[in-house]
Structures are given as structure tokens and as C-alpha cells.
């Protein structure tokens, strides 16, 4: 039995436009534990929330076993703190740590877990198998093809499942799957609201997309200058109108100090960031129908747990 921890993510650049996207790493996180067994099937529960599908993370730990050449039932079993279809990566996020944790009990019983020490504070963590080490980008895209093919996402989301597994940012080409420029996110809190209702990717009318092609285009050329914050602000704006939700949630935030305000992926959860105190955006937010969490940046990479 293997466990992996995977953070959540927010968005920078929807990439529903364009193809081209970017996503940053939030504290958020989801837990996937697999355990290998010999009934040639896979089942599959996410504790908390029985009524959800279970079709991706089944899909995750099947196709993780088929591209590295094994056949065995398992069970596999997701926690989360991320809430479901609100925009915040929560299919991506367990899609990672269904394929890790997958990777990482077969590497237990065919190879190894291996750490490599990089410097007096940090370690690398490498899984190894069938005598070679796994490059990471080659789980993640096990991922976003396992979400293709539950049809839980129209871009692929390679910019969600990058920022998820690696932390930091990223601003991708999702049709090319290529991250293009990546980094550290700064320290900063953020404070998310998340209204009731849920919001399912595969369910949204994005009929007006092809109206703001040409804004987005031009705030994901402000991501890849480094402009981060101004980029998910005006992405927040552009997808907010478009996908007929209140702009007042963001300006709201903003007004109240925040330094970036985005509604994140396909909403309806919005995300407002700030070096500072937290009091005076959740006070603003609070106005709006929702619930108010708080977390912060990450720069984690997805690692299995010991």
C-alpha cells in the first residue's frame, strides 16, 4: 500500500480560448492511497463525498499500470480538502495523485523509492522502475490523458496538472503540452470563496469564449512575461463576464487590498491573493453567497508519503 500527496492550483490563464493557459500552486491538497491486489479489477472511493464519480481515479490507476507494462486489481482510495467542481483543480489534482501513488506501490514491488539528496535542506524523490528513473511529466501526462478520457476536462488541463504536481507556476501550451515558462510562486495568503453550487467543467456553456480570444491571448503574453498578477486578474475579468458571473466578487477583493483576484478555471470559486492580512478581503468577500477558506501559495512537488 502507497500513499501520495499532491497541492491544489489556481489559475493564472484559462486556457479554454486559446489552448494556452497558466496555473499556480495552492496549499489545498489530496491524498491518494493504492493498494495492489489479485482481483483484476479496480475500485475506487473518495472518502467524503460518495455521490461523485470515481471513473477518473479508476482510469488514473489503470492506465498507470498499462504504460509501465503491469496488470493487477487494486483499490484506491482519495482524500481531499480541495472542494469538488468549484474550479479548483480538484480532478487534476486527484488525477496526479492517483497516478503517483499508482507509480509509486508498483516501484515499491518492481524498483525503488528512491531519495536523492540535493543540498543540506532539500531532497529530490525518484521512483524508479523497470531499472529506469520516471520523469514526472511523464505521470502527469498519464493524468491528463486518464481526464481526457473521463471526459472531466475540455483543454486537458496540462497548465492545472503542472502547476498541481511540480508547485510553483506554469503557463503552458496545452495543446502541444509544453510548459513554457515555470518558477516559484511567491509566499502569499489567499483567500478563496467557494459558492454551493457546483459546477461541473464538461456542463459549461462556453459558447462566448471565442469572443475574448484575443484578450486572453494577450494576458497569457503578460504571463509569459512574468506578469503574473496582472495577467490572472484580467484572465478573472474577462472569464467572469464571459461565463456570466459577478465581476464585484473580484473588485470586491481587489478593493480590499488583495494583489490579484482571478476567478479560477470555469468558476464559480474565486481566488483573491495578498502578502498582507487576510481580515479586510475575507470581510469583503463575505457579503457574497459562499464559503470563505484560506490556505497560501505552494511550491511542493507531488511526492509519495513515507
Not at 473588485?251 to 470559486?269: D, F, N, Q, W, Y
Amino acid at each position: 500500500m502507497v500513499s501520495a500527496l499532491c497541492h491544489g492550483a489556481g489559475t493564472i490563464i484559462a486556457a479554454f480560448a486559446t489552448g494556452r493557459g497558466g496555473a499556480f500552486g495552492l496549499g489545498l491538497q489530496t491524498k491518494a492511497t493504492v493498494e495492489l491486489n489479485g482481483s483484476g479489477s479496480v475500485k475506487a472511493a473518495i472518502r467524503g463525498s460518495p455521490g461523485e464519480s470515481t471513473k477518473l481515479i479508476e482510469l488514473c490507476v489503470r492506465n498507470t499500470m498499462k504504460h509501465f507494462g503491469f496488470k493487477y486489481g487494486a483499490n484506491v482510495e482519495t482524500e481531499s480538502s480541495i472542494p469538488i467542481a468549484a474550479g479548483l483543480k480538484s480532478s487534476s489534482v486527484a488525477a496526479n495523485a492517483a497516478v503517483l501513488a499508482t507509480a509509486g506501490v508498483l516501484a515499491g514491488k518492481h524498483g525503488e523509492i528512491r531519495e536523492v539528496r540535493l543540498s543540506k535542506t532539500e531532497r529530490r524523490q525518484d521512483l524508479v522502475l523497470k531499472d529506469r528513473v520516471i520523469d514526472p511529466l511523464e505521470l502527469v501526462n498519464i493524468g491528463v490523458e486518464s481526464a481526457l478520457q473521463a471526459k472531466v476536462t475540455v483543454t486537458g488541463a496540462f497548465d492545472d496538472a503542472t502547476a498541481s504536481y511540480f508547485g510553483g507556476y506554469t503557463v503552458t501550451d496545452n495543446r502541444e503540452r509544453k510548459i513554457l515558462r515555470s518558477g516559484d510562486v511567491e509566499s502569499l495568503n489567499a483567500v478563496i470563496l467557494i459558492p454551493s453550487k457546483k459546477v461541473y467543467t464538461t456542463k459549461v456553456d462556453l459558447s462566448k469564449i471565442g469572443l475574448i480570444k484575443n484578450s486572453v491571448q494577450a494576458a497569457w503574453e503578460m504571463a509569459m512575461k512574468g506578469e503574473i498578477y496582472t495577467a490572472m486578474t484580467l484572465n478573472g475579468f474577462l472569464h467572469a463576464i464571459a461565463l456570466n458571473y459577478s465581476p464585484e466578487i473580484q473588485m470586491e477583493a481587489l478593493k480590499a487590498g488583495a494583489i490579484a483576484a482571478v476567478l479560477s478555471g470555469k468558476g464559480p470559486a474565486v481566488i483573491a491573493l495578498t502578502r498582507g492580512d487576510t481580515k479586510k478581503i475575507k470581510k469583503a468577500l463575505s457579503q457574497f453567497e459562499g464559503k470563505i477558506i484560506e490556505t497560501k501559495t505552494n511550491n511542493t512537488q507531488a511526492y509519495i508519503l513515507k
